[in-house]
């Protein structure tokens, strides 16, 4: 019942640490982006797409995944113990995140043997980048009531709609695709879920620029597209039961991710070390009580995010009535501190919070400006925070819809 | 690195007092008996206290030894939680300070003379630590204690003492000729004393002013001229026992807040259908969670390096503190008028956690010192 490691998996851990050590990628030439969500050009991409490789290859990726599909068939401590170095040592994260974190979990778990066959192994590699056609214009957080249709027509069916905030819709191969294939059936019924290719005709892809100027998610706009229906998961019209049950892995809330990290490691110890440096009306900003303050109540934050991640594997000590709890609430935790943490990091900076990345004089060269405004992909992305707040008062705690 | 990467784990010792204390307290405790208790001048009831020390609750953390069973501030921890979730009053918080710090700054006469006993519940000892300053640093003793004759004369007043009313022994801190000292005052000395009991915002706690006229006690009521140490761990201890009954405390509160927001209805529909009262409970929910996993940690690294055992009984402090407030003032407002009531349990939640959140150091206090640990 203690969460001590066993002398195996401690001499697991250095030999993760030590690889990590010998293969981490040196920084490229350009600025990598501060997410999955973000990568916008070419050589991005790349350098991303073969740093996962690497991660692979090494072992270090699907560790618990099965190895009939070529994961590694380990027990999951040890993609814990991986996850937990690759964020110590601050390697770049993983591309295929939306393959590796949620269309991979649920193809393994809802997929048939031939899908599982065809499409896992590609997702470690990073061979086949994955994105996620949930989100349109019109239907965003009432996700259940998206209008794009697929119709069946002998083996294939037929896509038309529009589809909006595509992640790397551009240099995806696949899509994890909800779309409405009964019209008539109550809005829960009547969807489907559909492993689409993004190399077919009728396809458009639009891509979309952020608020920090950077590229990363897409329009895509379905124009009688064909796809065969083998590609679809689960029965036809049990799409919402697919859906939810990835929206969970995406969110963490259920576990059997492959691993790796979704984007660049940023600490309290990090913002501790920038108050250091930086300068409030003339003095250090870590002098100013106020800034002390806030510091320490992050760090506090930090050290229970790492807790409860301890806690997760003693089972007695998860509270009773709400085991799952822990995991249900981690992306909302998690997302709000990060902004938080990077809001508190730009305020630390006084006279200087204004200065923006690629200004010389910009502390740590704007990361925590774009962090601070990356920091909404995540709060709004995969379900935004008020919406997760929704489901933990109505599926935890049993309160009544809104 | 060794120890240091254990930073949370729960026993079975744990786990079995954690369920005999919440099976007891949740049968015992109703609101009906403990607003019975409250009425009353010592504040508890003396049945129940009994039970809890036939369960062996008041030995947990005296060694063998002495009587006790040898266990720590984890198991400490696993009945406090449940003592705050279901509101226990009881002297049991006085009584585990004074019997550890008996144990860690005693003379072995005294420990042998008193810890049996105050095992089996059958004596009942507290601190007596804070001035009329209101500091909450373990040094800042001003009352003197001045050599005379074989003994000792005392005198100054203490402010906050737990229990005071009820106890049967002391242990007070004093200055002597510069160190800080502290005495053991027997149950014959203590009853000689003048004690004032304080009007507390928490009904279920008892707490007094104890005057030291020149008191005279023999010199072997001295415990330790070098009280710094044991005060510090003591202060600890405090922090981390507070946070678990705190933590119990909020989620009693947030129990009593949810049932709330299930029954009753407005515009036709349940209250907690509304946003603006679901989206604050599930903070409070994440806040407890939160609790739970700082008090555990606290306790796990209790008895660890001191920096790291320090760090983390003031940020559990801290963290419960907020978490107990925050719990207790939507409580009130998401119950309506009714709420406001005498009859509410609500406030006897809200009085807990006024209290317990200034006491042995408040929530910028803690962060103040975790500044000076982790940012200097
Ligand atoms: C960076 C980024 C990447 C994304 N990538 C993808 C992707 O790859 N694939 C994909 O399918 N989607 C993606 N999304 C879309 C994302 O899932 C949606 O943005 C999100 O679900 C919210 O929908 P919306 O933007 O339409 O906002 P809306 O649903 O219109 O919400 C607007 C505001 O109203 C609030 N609100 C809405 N309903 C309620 C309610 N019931 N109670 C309380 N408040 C409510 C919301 O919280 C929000 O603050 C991405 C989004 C971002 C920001």
Same mark, same amino acid.
């Given at each position: ?91 770049? #994260? ?233 995991? #249900? ?26 200065? #923006? ?20 992909? #995540? ?24 | ?376």
């Amino acid at each position: 019942m203690f969460v001590q490691e066993t002398p195996e998996l401690r001499e697991f851990r250095a030999e993760v640490a030590n690889w990590l050590r010998e293969n981490k990628p040196r920084p490229p030439k350009f600025r990598l982006p501060m997410s999955f969500l973000e990568v916008g050009t070419d050589e991005q991409f790349q350098y991303l797409r073969d740093w996962q490789q690497k991660l692979y290859e090494a072992g270090y990726l699907g560790m618990a995944w099965p190895r009939e599909y070529g994961g590694y068939g380990k027990p999951q401590i040890y993609q814990d113990i991986a996850n937990e170095e690759m964020a110590k040592a601050r390697v770049p #994260f993983v591309i295929n995140v939306i393959g590796l974190s949620w269309a991979g979990p649920a193809v393994l778990r809802m997929g048939t043997e031939k899908q599982k066959r065809r499409y896992i192994k590609k997702i470690l590699t990073a061979e086949e980048i994955w994105c996620q056609g949930f989100s349109e214009p019109d239907y965003g957080s009432d996700l259940a009531s998206l209008k794009t249709t697929a119709r069946r027509e002998g083996d294939r069916y037929i896509i038309n709609g529009h589809k909006i905030w595509t992640t790397l819709a551009t240099y995806a191969k696949h899509m994890i695709l909800l779309a409405r294939t009964d019209p008539e059936a109550p809005k829960y019924r009547g969807l489907s879920f559909f492993l689409c290719p993004m190399d077919l005709p009728g396809i458009e892809i639009r891509p979309i620029t952020k608020m920090t100027g950077e590229l990363g998610f897409n329009e895509v706009i379905f124009d009688d597209v064909s796809i065969p229906a083998d590609t679809l998961v689960g029965q036809e019209g049990q799409g919402w039961l697919v859906a939810v049950t990835t929206l969970a892995y995406e969110r963490g809330a259920i576990g059997g991710q492959a691993g790796g990290h979704p984007s660049q490691i940023l600490t309290a110890s990090d913002v501790v070390e920038l108050a250091r440096e930086a300068r409030r009306d003339g003095r250090p900003a870590i002098e100013d009580p106020l800034i002390r303050d806030e510091l320490v109540k992050f760090l506090i934050m930090e050290r229970t995010i790492e807790l409860n991640r301890k806690r997760l594997y003693i089972e007695k000590l998860l509270t009773p009535g709400r085991p799952q709890v822990l995991r #249900f609430m981690s992306k909302l935790f998690h997302s709000e501190y990060i902004q938080g943490l990077s809001e508190l990091a730009v305020r630390i900076q006084g006279a200087y919070a204004g200065l #923006f990345a690629g200004d010389p004089c910009a502390l740590a060269d704007g990361i925590w400006q774009r962090s601070y405004m990356n920091s909404f992909g #995540f709060t709004i992305g995969g379900g935004t925070s008020e919406i997760q707040r929704n489901i933990l008062g109505e599926r935890i705690l049993g309160l009544a819809k809104g | 690195m060794s120890g240091s990467d254990l930073l949370i784990s729960y026993s079975d010792e744990q786990a079995m007092l954690h369920e005999t204390a919440t099976n007891l307290l949740a049968k015992r405790c109703t609101f009906e008996a403990l607003r019975q208790w409250m009425e009353t001048p010592e504040g508890y009831s003396q049945e129940l206290w009994r039970e809890t020390a036939e369960l062996g609750w008041l030995g947990i953390a005296i060694p063998e030894a002495y009587g006790g069973y040898g266990l720590g501030a984890p198991e400490l921890v696993s009945v406090m939680e449940p003592m705050g979730r279901y509101l226990y009053p009881s002297p049991f918080l006085a009584s585990t300070l004074g019997a550890q710090l008996l144990l860690w700054a005693g003379t072995e006469d005294q420990k042998r003379s008193w810890l049996p006993d105050i095992a089996k519940g059958q004596i009942l000892i507290t601190v007596a630590l804070m001035e009329a300053d209101g500091s909450w640093e373990p040094h800042h003793v001003k009352d003197r204690a001045i050599p005379l004759g074989d003994g000792y004369e005392l005198t100054g007043t203490k402010h906050f003492v737990l229990d005071g009313q009820n106890t049967d022994l002391l242990i007070a801190a004093f200055d002597l000729q510069g160190e800080l000292s502290l005495f053991l005052l027997e149950p014959h000395e203590v009853s000689k004393l003048k004690k004032d009991p304080e009007n507390l915002i928490d009904l279920s706690r008892r707490s007094c002013r104890i005057c030291f006229d020149g008191l005279k006690v023999p010199g072997s009521a001295l415990m330790t001229r070098d009280a710094l140490h044991p005060l510090r761990k003591l202060h600890r201890l405090a922090w981390v026992l507070l946070s678990a009954e705190m933590a119990g405390g909020a989620e009693g509160v947030f129990q009593l807040t949810l049932d709330y927001l299930k029954v009753r209805t407005q515009f036709g529909r349940p209250i907690g259908g509304f946003q603006a009262l679901k989206h604050p409970i599930v903070n409070i929910m994440i806040a407890i969670e939160n609790a739970r996993a700082l008090v555990y940690h606290s306790a796990t690294v209790f008895d660890g390096p001191e920096k790291e055992a320090e760090t983390a009984a003031r940020m559990a402090k801290a963290h419960t503190s907020d978490t107990y407030a925050y719990a207790v003032n939507r409580a009130i407002q998401f119950h309506g008028a009714i709420g406001y009531t005498w009859e509410c349990n609500a406030h006897l939640f809200f009085r807990r956690a006024q209290w317990a959140q200034y006491a042995f150091g408040d929530a910028i206090h803690h962060r103040r010192h975790l500044a000076e640990l982790l940012l200097d």
